[in-house]
């Protein structure tokens, strides 16, 4: 049932920009961007008019991946490794937009171009599907929170920023633990990109450190995480190895064979057991379908293999006319194997989109398509320190000559004379200069993030610095103290860590999954400026701030109460005069209830007198305020909240622990079959207190 917010929602909401085309070509990647450039080269010859033609980008530059780790060693320039689509692919329309959805029948694309804009609604004779593939760090716990990515342009920026203040953060430090911990980095795969960053890394410490008094160069400490026996193992087995060596031999440490556990704020948690110290995460792994692909797959049957496009030799989706798909989203038989697919790198994304173009300018033309036939010229990586790999038609080099292939290769293949020019420039430089280590501290804000956790998996620890606000969208989570009791948990629909967020000076319990649950992880850098600019915000976390509450305010509570009294039951200090509220009550029965008897929480009980929910004063007047609500609404369609529960054979003491640990003033009192018996509340117990010590 739509509510009536969304309908008017719906009947104002503009209508996107409709456009007619001969070719939509989704993905501003390396497939994308090729296939735009040859296909308008191809244009005139084929009879199609450019302005016809249309890209759409989430970003209006394309990304020369291969370069992004200089970029976060501060070798070269950001904008040096970008290139504006439009100046690639003159001529043709770009739109700057995230793909919303696509219907393959019609060949429509709804693309989203951003909050003040109505949109744009594509509908085109020929579709290509090159929209890439994702990042997914959910599987693995804390991740998605802690670690750097290596994706764009702007996870180098942010990465090398983090660099730079890390090695500030150590400077200033005097705690030798925590120094050592600032100057230690965790890579996270063994591939060209982890490697290649690691290498990076690497040097930018040993370089930068000579210029920081208090960071002794031994005390820094790069470890690469990777789930192979070695590095680089699409190379041969001596390539693989002679670059780990070289790696080792500067400093790095191969953690191999191994795989990440889990990741907390101020540790690295490995599957075997083993523990690394760090502030710094970097994931250079966790591909995974994009997710308009997904979506694709699974409710307009789009051929698929694990969600990567099934796309033949000429680079078609069968069974969909007009529909095409090329580069990483894609899974393209390579040539000569038919049953594997073509590995997801930049030398075939480039080809595959140039080859695409061809065969859809053919198919306009009326001409017979030529398959995709390229198998791939060579590899090559660079490990750092002037030093790198390469298979090159078959032939193997390494050392400071494969350093200078792979530079002269990758110069060659970027886009644009003055990009060629201004990277050449800064690799000068660099022979003569110190790296610029100036901490430029771009911030590009995600605004949540959802992490998924497996049973006893633990989210963060005891005394770690707080980052955001949790809501548990499936699962539990208990709050755990440090005798491994559990002090608090938190269900379903039920959020945390605003306690540590807002006040500050980390988390007093560690917090552990009961069986899958799945969390949003709110930013602290979105909800703090909520918490101090909305009053209303700022009073209901004020409310729940004080849901896990320190040792020490249990103990002050308890020295001010009778020590004979602790150590009673409940049912001997408890209140048995309850105010109760039916299931099947309505506003109206609240309302005649309220004025007769006055308190802040009214348990609502069934038929039975089981417990059924709690109804809460200040969130009825809440609902009371909606334009749907009338006298004769159940009260059962009010928000409940959530009150501890203790039985019979609970002591005060116990009671009173649960009370502040879940941040209430008020215990119901249930028997086995959960019947409501009566209610303790701490103002009764201070209030007996305060009388018995007058007397």
């Not at 599957?271 to 690394?276: F, K, N, P, T, W």
């Not at 995600?446 to 707080?466: I, M, S, T, W």
């Not at 069934?606 to 305020?625: H, T």
Request: glycine share 8%.
């Amino acid at each position: 049932m739509t509510s009536p917010a969304s309908e008017i929602t719906h009947r104002t909401a503009p209508e996107p920009h409709r456009m007619d085309l001969d070719i939509a070509i989704l993905g501003g990647g390396f497939a994308g961007v090729y296939c735009g450039q040859k296909i308008r080269k191809l244009a005139k010859k084929a009879g199609l008019d450019p302005r016809r033609i249309a890209i759409v980008s989430e970003q209006n530059y394309m990304v020369f991946q291969p370069m992004l780790a200089e970029v976060a060693g501060a070798s070269i320039q950001p904008r040096h490794v970008i290139n504006p689509i439009r100046r690639l692919c003159r001529g043709m329309r770009v739109y700057r937009g995230k793909v919303d959805s696509i219907d393959l029948e019609k060949k429509e694309v709804h693309v989203d171009t951003g909050n003040f804009s109505a949109g744009v609604l594509l509908r085109a004779k020929h579709l290509v599907l090159a929209l890439g593939a994702e990042i997914d760090l959910s599987r693995v716990p804390g991740m998605p929170e802690h670690a750097l990515l290596m994706q764009n342009i702007g996870d180098a920026m942010i990465l090398r920023a983090t660099v730079v203040k890390r090695i500030e953060e150590a400077n200033a430090e005097y705690r030798e633990d925590v120094r050592r911990r600032l100057l230690t980095f965790v890579v996270v795969g063994g591939g060209y990109s982890g490697v290649e960053t690691a290498g990076e890394i690497l040097d930018m410490l040993h370089d930068s450190a000579k210029f920081y008094s208090n960071v002794p160069r031994e005390e820094i400490r790069v470890v690469l995480v990777h789930s192979r026996d070695r590095v680089l193992h699409t190379l041969s087995e001596s390539l693989g190895e002679y670059a780990g060596k070289k790696l080792s031999d500067r400093g790095l440490e191969l953690c191999l064979g191994e795989r990440v556990g889990a990741v907390t704020a101020t540790k690295v948690y490995l599957q075997s057991g083993a523990e690394i110290e760090t502030a710094t995460v970097v994931s250079t792994v966790g591909n995974a379908p994009n997710r308009v692909i997904r979506q694709l797959c699974d409710e307009q049957g789009l051929p698929h293999n694990r969600y990567w496009i099934k796309a033949n030799e000429f680079l078609q989706v069968e069974g969909h006319e007009g529909v095409w798909s090329a580069g990483d989203c894609a899974s393209v038989p390579l040539h000569g194997e038919e049953d594997k697919p073509c590995p997801q790198t930049a030398q075939f994304a480039m080809r595959q989109g140039v080859q695409l173009a061809k065969n859809i300018a053919a198919s306009v033309q009326g001409k017979e398509l030529e398959p995709f036939t390229f198998t791939g010229l060579g590899e090559l990586a660079s490990i750092g320190h002037r030093t790198a790999v390469a298979n090159i038609m078959g032939a193997q080099f390494s050392g400071f000559i494969a350093w200078f292939m792979w530079r002269s290769i990758y110069l060659s293949k970027l886009p644009g004379l003055d990009r060629k020019l201004r990277v050449m420039i800064d690799w000068t430089l660099d022979l003569f200069f110190p790296r610029d280590i100036n901490l430029l501290n771009p911030r590009y804000t995600r605004l949540f993030k959802q992490v998924h956790l497996e049973p006893e998996d633990r989210l963060f620890n005891r005394g770690e610095p707080a980052f955001s606000l949790y809501v548990v969208q499936h699962g539990q989570i208990d709050l755990v103290d440090q005798n491994d009791e559990v002090v608090r948990t938190i269900g379903e629909g039920d959020y945390f860590g605003e306690r540590a967020l807002v006040h500050g000076g980390g988390y007093l319990y560690n917090a552990v999954s009961r069986g899958q649950t799945k969390l949003v992880s709110l930013s602290g850098e979105i909800v703090l400026p909520f918490f101090e600019s909305s009053r209303r915000f700022r009073r209901i976390l004020a409310r729940t701030t004080t849901q896990v509450s320190a040792e020490g305010e249990i103990e002050a509570l308890i020295h001010k109460l009778d020590p004979e009294v602790l150590d009673h039951k409940v049912p001997d200090v408890m209140r048995t005069d309850l105010a109760t509220l039916g299931e099947t009550q309505t506003v109206r029965d609240a309302l005649d209830l309220f004025q007769q008897r006055r308190f802040n929480v009214y348990p609502i009980v069934d038929a039975e007198g089981k417990l059924a929910s709690v109804l809460s004063r200040e969130d009825f007047f809440d609902y009371l305020k909606r334009d749907d609500v009338s006298n004769e609404s159940p009260i059962a369609d009010v928000g409940s909240v959530v009150l501890p529960e203790c039985n019979r054979d609970t002591n005060v003491r116990e009671a009173l622990e649960k009370m502040i640990r879940s941040g209430r003033q008020k215990c119901l009192v249930l028997d086995a079959d959960r019947r409501l018996l009566g209610i303790i509340t701490i103002m009764d117990l201070l209030g007996e207190a305060a009388r018995k010590q007058a007397e």
